[in-house]
């Protein structure tokens, strides 16, 4: 609880470009969230280093997804948007919370297996400790919720454990989070592996919809759509492609998946997957008219970039002095 209001807590990382599926299972679902809780929204780029990155393209990257919060809706003075790497209470209190985590945790992680065995050449320690970083995310903001998919669902069981740990050792330090689940598409897929997620690394560039495809590229990637020889718009898990689509256009256009079904009950794949991609563009051009106007100015950009590490580190001083007393570091002379 934060100034009388709950606390949420989500990022992305500053790596690759955002997906149709990034904004339709978490951004969108951000909009309207700071009605009832104080929002943290962080760009994620400590994070980001467990692979090595081109330092100038990781900052461009940090900046166009920081933009893009804003241009898809966030309001920056609403929300508090920014740098992961501008607030050292990250890093901070993660060096703390690693002496509370127990290397068995960390063992049965599932996504230190899966980037080990993609980065077999760099397998080094801050990816195994990643999830204790992710947990003083979390936990450096008090937060009451935090909006996870289901693939990060384990990091927030561990987050807890950490916190709950802390606590009966010295006290109710940290809220104990809670997960916040989006409503429906949470999980939009490959449009051309349609039983995994849509993926911002996917080396395919045709599985994913970038927010920044222009609208010929949006139509042309869902014409290439994968799906099945039977021509029938029907939502079935036996029909993974045609049930993504389904989803994505339900999703664009505000409707249920049962007007999606009878809309095109009787016409074919070919009118569909136009259907959808006109959809989809409709969608992003003006997130993508919004972008364009924003790195026109960069003085505003500039200007929210300062005044929210401000206000996070503000926050984030908050709780971190409280768990530096707890532990027993000396107080600083001020």
Not at 176 to 201: N, R
Not at 209 to 233: C, E, G, H
Not at 267 to 274: E, I, R, V, W
Request: aromatic share 10%; proline share 3%.
């Amino acid at each position: 609880m934060l100034d009388g209001k709950k606390s949420l807590f989500s990022g992305m990382q500053a790596t690759g470009n955002l997906t149709l599926g990034n904004y339709l299972g978490a951004l969108n679902n951000w909009l309207t969230l700071n009605e009832e809780y104080e929002c943290f929204y962080c760009v994620v780029d400590l994070h980001s280093i467990t692979v090595r990155q081109d330092p100038a393209e990781l900052r461009k990257r940090a900046r166009a997804l920081l933009t893009l919060y804003i241009a898809a809706g966030l309001d920056p003075v609403k929300n508090c948007i920014y740098y992961q790497s501008h607030v050292s209470g990250h890093a901070e209190l993660s060096w703390i919370l690693n002496c509370f985590t127990y290397m068995g945790e960390l063992n049965r992680m599932t996504q230190f297996k899966d980037k080990a065995a993609k980065h077999s050449d760099n397998i080094n320690a801050g990816l195994f400790t990643y999830p204790v970083l992710m947990a003083a995310d979390i936990l450096l903001f008090q937060s009451d919720v935090v909006p996870v998919g289901v693939d990060q669902k384990q990091h927030l069981e561990i987050t807890r454990d950490i916190a709950e740990r802390f606590n009966s050792i010295y006290g109710d330090v940290f809220t104990i989070p809670e997960p916040y689940i989006g409503k429906v598409g949470a999980k939009i897929m490959s449009l051309q592996e349609p039983s995994k997620k849509m993926s911002k690394s996917d080396e395919n560039v045709n599985a994913s919809i970038y927010l920044m495809d222009d609208p010929d590229t949006v139509i042309r990637k869902f014409k290439r759509a994968v799906t099945d020889s039977d021509n029938q718009i029907i939502y079935s898990d036996d029909k993974p492609g045609i049930k993504n689509l389904i989803d994505i256009y339900s999703l664009t256009n505000n409707k249920t998946v049962e007007e999606v079904v009878k809309e095109f009950d009787g016409k074919g794949y070919g009118d569909f997957k136009m259907a959808v991609g006109e959809a989809v563009a409709s969608v992003l051009k003006p997130i993508q008219t919004r972008v364009a106007e924003l790195n026109k100015d960069k003085a505003y950009v500039d200007s929210i970039i300062k005044t929210n590490a401000e206000k996070a580190n503000y926050y984030a001083t908050k709780t971190l002095r409280k768990v530096q007393k707890k532990v027993g570091f000396p107080e600083k002379i001020r």
